[in-house]
């Protein structure tokens, strides 16, 4: 069950990483630069400026998702080792 889930975890990872390249690929950048602007704002600036911090909150809670289950499952483990 550990490999399956180091699996999922890589898979994730791997999905991370293509989420990533495509926000900064020519399709999204180019919906996103016209001469339009909110707040005064251009829509490129502020799509750089929303969704770069955006993807990295959700790598972080990736991160902090994964370490707060590896130490509950070391928990677990040390648990049932001790008599």
Request: glycine share 4%.
């Amino acid at each position: 069950m550990k490999e399956s889930k180091k699996s999922l975890i890589r898979e994730a990872w791997i999905l991370c990483l293509i989420l990533g390249l495509v926000m900064i690929n020519f399709p999204f950048i180019h919906i996103f630069n016209s001469a339009q602007s909110i707040f005064g704002l251009p829509k490129l600036v502020l799509y750089f400026f929303i969704g770069w911090p955006l993807s990295i909150g959700v790598i972080w809670y990736f991160v902090h998702f994964i370490e707060k289950d590896s130490q509950n499952s070391s928990a677990v483990i040390k648990d049932k080792s001790e008599p």
